[in-house]
């Protein structure tokens, strides 16, 4: 039986637009695949955990929220050039706190990674040197994707999401 949402996800049975549905909660996922709705599920990127895949398990198949691959690093190819930055970056979280890696501190990584990485090639903390670093970072890996900045384009990458 749907949950108490499934008054909403009845509304929208009748007309299959994932643009029609609030962001994906477990309940809304679940409802979703019990209605045996076609069309795609787009959830929001608060389901950026693997809990949520607990917590939905079969009916986060086929789901398709703006998470980057880190959620499933471990399933990708090994000839995937972010795996080695997905999986180092899981395995140390997960060492280092005891708890499932989410993209959300994924998110926060790659901002220092990004960071790190221009100082270094600055050679410099000031901002100004630091800025142009930035703005200068070609073709560098982190988990959300490959990162190309400009002075006009503040913050790019090669996102793949996870389905």
Same mark, same amino acid.
């Given at each position: ?10 509304? +929208? ?6 643009? @029609? ?12 695949? *019990?209605?045996?709705?076609? /069309?795609?599920?787009?959830? %929001?990127?608060?389901?950026?955990? &693997?809990?949520?895949?607990?917590? +939905?398990? /079969?009916? $986060? ?5 703006? $998470?980057? $691959? ?7 190819? #090994? =000839?995937?050039? *972010? &795996? &080695?930055?997905?999986?180092?970056? *899981?395995?140390?979280?997960? &060492?280092?706190?005891?708890?499932? +890696? %989410? ?18 090639? !600055?050679?410099?903390? #000031? ?8 703005? /200068? $970072?070609? @073709? ?5 994707? +490959?990162? @190309?900045? =400009? !002075?006009?384009?503040? %913050?790019? =990458? ?6």
């Amino acid at each position: 039986m749907p949950s108490r949402d499934g008054d909403r996800a009845l509304q +929208v049975a009748s007309r299959p637009d994932p643009r @029609n549905l609030p962001p994906g909660t477990g309940d809304r996922t679940r409802d979703y695949r *019990q209605l045996g709705i076609r /069309a795609p599920l787009y959830v %929001s990127h608060g389901v950026g955990s &693997k809990h949520y895949i607990e917590l +939905v398990r /079969a009916a $986060a198949n086929g789901v398709r929220p703006p $998470a980057a $691959a880190l959620l499933v690093a471990d399933r990708l190819p #090994d =000839s995937d050039p *972010q &795996k &080695k930055v997905l999986v180092d970056y *899981q395995t140390t979280y997960e &060492k280092n706190t005891g708890q499932p +890696v %989410s993209t959300f501190g994924g998110h926060a990584y790659d901002r220092l990674m990004i960071l790190l990485d221009a100082m270094k090639r !600055a050679g410099s903390a #000031d901002k100004g040197k630091v800025r142009d670093a930035i703005e /200068a $970072a070609r @073709n560098f890996m982190v988990t959300g994707g +490959v990162v @190309n900045m =400009s !002075a006009t384009i503040i %913050s790019a =990458s090669t996102f793949r999401p996870c389905e």
